[in-house]
C-alpha cells in the first residue's frame, strides 16, 4: 500500500511493507519544495518516520500520517501557508 498526500505545502509520501505474522513496517517521508522548510539538507526531506505496525492495514499507517501532520502544524504555525 503506498500513498501521497499534500499538506500545507508539503508533500506526504507513504507505504507499508508487510512482514511475516501479519506485522508490517510503515514508512512516512514528508518534503517540501521550500528549502527554507527543509530539516535535512543532506536528504532533502523535512522529516522520515519508520516504524513497526501490529498489522498492515491502512488505519496504521493513517495514525503516522496523522502524527506528521501534527509536526507539520507545530512547525509551520508561524508560516504564511498562502
Not at 527543509?38 to 500520517?65: K, Y
Amino acid at each position: 500500500m503506498n500513498t501521497t498526500e499534500n499538506y500545507r505545502r508539503f508533500q506526504i509520501a507513504s507505504s507499508l511493507a508487510p512482514l511475516p505474522n501479519n506485522r508490517a513496517v510503515a514508512h512516512v517521508t514528508v518534503t517540501t519544495t521550500d528549502a527554507a522548510r527543509i530539516a535535512d539538507l543532506g536528504t532533502d526531506r523535512f522529516a522520515h518516520v519508520s516504524r513497526w505496525v501490529e498489522s498492515p492495514t491502512p488505519d496504521q499507517l493513517r495514525v503516522i500520517v496523522d502524527e506528521c501532520k501534527v509536526a507539520i502544524d507545530h512547525y509551520a504555525d508561524n508560516v504564511d501557508d498562502s
